[in-house]
């Protein structure tokens, strides 16, 4: 649905984004991730053709940005980080304004318009001035002007900065309302949040992407496990090494006296059953008790702060 190939931005001699390619599919959440200065508002500024690449192509659908912003556009509705609000304005009129603006049909708009107020849950202050709104229900009428004329991608720049945590959660909710109609993009500094709330995350660092990660992605058949037992290194890897179920075993330094700590790759499972019982026996039979085993994972934690 959003496909950027080799943009790289600059700003003057500052690169804002250095050639990156990525693509985020139709009907999916998505998280762009990175710290400060990462290069994730040049991203969507890019995208909603706010302006164009210094090099590289921006396709939104089947369109090129450059080619056609005007349809491009029409497919996109953006919160960007400080929402455009009539401050003057009460939350109603502002959104049938917006409506003019996108070309709704005039006689659909006012439908339209309560549509909107009741999924973004903003009916209690429909009549209220924007100005005298707490920044909770700012953000919510920024998401609000962003859905007028039902644009197929949305946009979000940084959804929920500023917010108090109750506001937190609520916006989070109707990102996740959000996600099952339209494909959606937003940025966060928040790991936490880009995990909860995505299918998958690209993760930005100084202009650069460095990672996209499928976060549905099932669990696979191989698991690294690492284990701690009282005996000599050697003795253990030798008798580890034996299982049918390992496929790579070395020793790492343990923390503990009179132990070894392996990190093993093993099949999760084989017609021998679960290789953590394998191990288990295994390492019961020959006299060498468990001090600790687990599963090794790469949290997106430890990505991020590999990457970053
Ligand atoms: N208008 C500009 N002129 C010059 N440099 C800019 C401009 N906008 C952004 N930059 C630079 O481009 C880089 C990427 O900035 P960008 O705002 O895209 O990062 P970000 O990930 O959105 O950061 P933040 O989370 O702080 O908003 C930074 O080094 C920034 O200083």
Do not use: W
């Amino acid at each position: 649905m959003i496909r950027l190939e080799h943009v790289t931005k600059m700003y003057g001699s500052i690169p804002g984004l250095r050639d990156v390619s990525l693509h985020v599919p139709k009907g999916q959440i998505v998280g762009l991730l990175g710290r400060n200065g990462a290069g994730k508002t040049t991203a969507l500024n890019l995208i909603t053709g706010y302006f164009p690449p210094t090099e590289g192509t921006v396709r939104i659908g089947d369109k090129d940005m450059l080619a056609d912003p005007r349809a491009c556009k029409r497919m996109i509705g953006y919160l960007p980080e400080k929402p455009p609000l009539y401050d003057e304005m009460t939350v109603e009129d502002f959104l049938s304004f917006v409506c003019e603006l996108r070309e709704v049909v005039r006689k659909a708009s006012r439908a339209h318009v309560d549509e909107i107020i009741e999924l973004c849950a903003l009916k209690e202050v429909r009549h209220r001035v924007i100005g005298h709104l707490s920044k909770g229900y700012r953000q919510r009428v920024g998401i609000a002007q962003a859905l007028c004329g039902s644009p197929e991608i949305l946009i979000l720049d940084e959804p929920t900065v500023g917010l108090d945590p109750r506001q937190t959660v609520e916006m989070r909710e109707l990102i996740r309302k959000l996600g099952e109609a339209h494909t959606v993009l937003f940025s966060s500094h928040i790991l936490s949040e880009v995990q909860q709330l995505c299918s998958r995350v690209i993760i930005l660092n100084e202009g650069r992407m460095v990672q996209s990660i499928d976060l549905t992605e099932k669990p696979k058949d191989t698991v690294r496990l690492r284990v701690r037992a009282v005996g000599r290194k050697e003795a253990l890897l030798n008798a580890l090494k034996g299982l049918q179920c390992v496929q790579q075993a070395e020793s790492v330094n343990s923390p503990e006296e009179g132990t070894a700590e392996l990190v093993l790759t093993c099949l999760a499972a084989d017609e021998q059953g679960r290789a953590t019982d394998q191990i288990f026996q295994l390492l019961a039979g020959i006299n060498a008790p468990i001090r600790m085993m687990g599963e090794e994972r790469d949290s997106l934690e430890e990505i991020f702060l590999r990457n970053t």
